[in-house]
């Protein structure tokens, strides 16, 4: 049977945007019904015909906005700078895991109804030095890119949740930019625990039941709108695991301790990375290999991978990403792992750069609507799983430790994830990472 690995990042719920000073909250706790889809608002949201006079883009001329690879390369630099400072707000022997791909998408829909200094800040941080045009072009890009896989599943849904009493006060041009760009689905719905778990039952349906529930039952009537992303990913390697290849394993956890693992050792791998400061190696998902897992092995052996993630930059990433060589017979071994992780993200995008979209007197979100909105709440959360379907009771034929790596000095490369390491779920054909995490501890 084929290794199997599942990936669910979620779910961002980009931005709960309030027209007062109450705010509404988002929650990750787990819900079980049974998915609703969205429902169209049932009237016609506003007809503006002042789009020249609000200061965001000009949402009916951006069809034909094009970027260049200092788009992606900007954007890189910002998934890897979350990824940064997401650290300092883990705690020391936490597994961890983002999805940059989920924030650019949920916080893309949300720019789109920003301007002036709002608009300029959340498009300097999401793509440093590109303008709103450029941006939109690569998020809308990348996104329908993830959802034309014909190889492995991958989707990424976008949708826009508005309170129903207040929809006629939302611009139809931005909602019309955002189903075109995004593919985004509009939902009107009563802000209360009904709605609640309309919008929760989307997220548990999109994500295959990964992620239930991101909306809290504390949502306030007095909201105005809930923009979410969620991203799922299931994939079989490329290259079945067999029988023997699944071992009994010790990882040494960053706080000392030790845990038994099951181990899935490759003895012919041929995709190796290495740097001053990590090795690794890749291996690929699907029949056309268009998505890879990258491992991420810190060179030094006393440092917590997430002490390491926090100073690894897009440069660094980059170098690692090209040191990539089929010169050597890679030896290396894998721990089945499975993680959650939930992260609030706005002192992080404040820190970053985000800082009037989340004040109440600074925000302008007049390219939206005409009610004075803005952003309180901003959370993460994300879903990992990796182990040998079918196969866990046979692995239990011998004990491996990352001592027992032999190999001969100019033709091998040994990479044993006995110890903290960081991971990456990758797009083969630009090298960006959908999903970016850590395992401590196990």
């Not at 548990?204 to 949502?219: A, C, F, H, K, Q």
């Not at 809930?226 to 960053?254: C, K, P, Q």
């Not at 997430?306 to 090209?322: C, M, P, R, V």
């Amino acid at each position: 049977m084929k290794k199997m690995i599942r990936t669910t990042a979620a779910l961002l719920t980009a931005g709960m945007l309030l027209t007062g000073c109450n705010t509404g909250n988002i929650s990750g706790t787990p819900g079980s019904r049974v998915p609703d889809e969205p429902v169209a608002p049932s009237v016609p949201v506003t007809e503006n015909d002042k789009v020249g006079e609000r200061t965001g883009m000009d949402l009916a001329g951006i069809g034909n906005a094009t970027y260049d690879q200092e788009t992606q390369d900007a954007y890189l630099e910002f998934a890897l700078s979350l990824y940064n400072h997401s650290f300092e707000y883990a705690q020391a022997n936490e597994n961890t895991m983002i999805s940059p791909a989920s924030v650019l998408f949920a916080l893309g829909m949300t720019s789109a109804g920003a301007g002036g200094n709002t608009l300029e800040q959340m498009v300097n941080t999401m793509a440093p030095g590109q303008d709103a045009y450029s941006l939109h072009a690569f998020a809308g890009d990348y996104n329908r890119r993830l959802n034309s896989s014909e190889d492995i599943m991958v989707r990424s849904a976008n949708s826009i949740w508005i309170n129903e009493s207040k929809e006629a006060s939302v611009y139809s041009d931005f909602l019309d930019y955002v189903t075109e760009t995004y593919d985004a689905q509009i939902g009107s719905v009563p802000f209360d625990p009904s709605g609640v778990e309309t919008m929760n039952n989307w997220v548990n349906s999109m994500t295959n039941g990964m992620i239930d529930r991101i909306v809290s039952d504390e949502l306030t009537p007095d909201a105005f709108m809930v923009l979410i992303n969620a991203i799922a990913f299931e994939a079989e390697w490329s290259d079945e695991f067999s029988e023997d290849m699944i071992h009994d394993g010790t990882f040494r956890n960053s706080d000392g301790s030790t845990s038994d693992v099951t181990m899935l050792r490759e003895e012919e791998g041929r995709n190796y990375f290495e740097t001053d400061f990590a090795t690794g190696f890749a291996r690929y998902y699907g029949d056309q290999n268009e998505y890879y897992f990258l491992a991420i092995l810190p060179t030094d052996e006393t440092v917590s991978a997430n002490d390491f993630a926090a100073s690894l930059t897009a440069e660094d990433y980059s170098e690692f990403i090209n040191s990539r060589t089929m010169d050597y017979n890679v030896i290396y071994e894998l721990p089945e792992f499975e993680s959650d992780y939930n992260i609030g993200l706005n002192r992080i995008l404040q820190d970053m750069g985000i800082v009037d979209a989340f004040d109440e007197n600074t925000a302008d979100f007049s390219n939206m609507s005409d009610t004075g909105a803005y952003i309180t709440s901003v959370i993460h959360k994300t879903h990992i799983e990796v182990d040998s379907e079918g196969t866990r009771a046979a692995a239990a034929t011998a004990v491996f430790t990352g001592d027992a790596c032999v190999m001969e000095p100019d033709n091998s490369r040994c990479v044993i994830l006995d110890r903290p390491f960081a991971y990456a779920i990758v797009e083969s054909s630009t090298g960006l990472p959908l999903f970016i995490g850590t395992v401590n501890s196990l």
